[in-house]
């Protein structure tokens, strides 16, 4: 049977991403980082679940970081999500290399190891010759493997966090 991946090194950050920033949610996810996203959502709702969930909001609406029931959280400035994404790596000193593609990018779920004979009849016959390592989300049932698709992300990745972001405004 599979088992869960690297438990003892979850990464500490948890996020609550806004409606608005569903690129950086899964940027945040290709890292490897907890992160709750919903493409639409009430503001009460989204304040309850960072609340009780104790994750940090992040959000371009200013007017959500101001109320009260808002402790942790991080006002995002840029609309590029490649902008959004520098400003979250720098401010958290998020680790941007050891958990990547270590979570669902679909439902945020940690992946599993399962053996190569058992997604036979779920993956392409190319895939299933070319490649050795297979992971699942116990979710959703995605089964993830290394491919063209992976080295472009990590290509894209170390571009979008070679340079510096602009400062940031946060709480907490
Ligand atoms: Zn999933």
Redesign the pocket.
């Known amino acids: 049977m599979s088992r869960e991946m690297w438990p003892e090194q979850r990464p500490e950050c948890r996020f609550l991403v806004d409606c608005m920033l569903g690129k950086l949610a899964k940027w945040l996810r290709i890292l490897g980082y907890d992160t709750t996203y919903y493409s639409l959502i009430a503001d009460h709702e989204l304040i309850r679940i960072a609340w009780n969930e104790k994750r940090i909001l992040l959000t371009r609406d200013v007017r959500l970081t101001q109320r009260r029931e808002v402790t942790r959280y991080l006002l995002i400035k840029s609309d590029d999500y490649r902008e959004q994404l520098r400003q979250v790596v720098w401010h958290y000193r998020l680790d941007a290399s050891s958990y990547l593609f270590t979570r669902?990018l679909?439902?945020n779920?940690p992946l599993q190891d399962i053996e190569k004979a058992r997604v036979r009849p779920w993956v392409p016959p190319y895939v299933f010759q070319t490649q050795e390592l297979f992971r699942i989300?116990p979710?959703?049932q995605?089964i993830y493997w290394a491919g063209t698709h992976k080295t472009k992300m990590l290509h894209r990745l170390a571009k979008i966090l070679a340079s510096h972001p602009l400062s940031s405004k946060e709480g907490e």
Do not use: E, L, N, P
Request: aromatic residues 0%.
């Open positions: 669902c679909q439902c779920s989300c979710s959703c995605q």
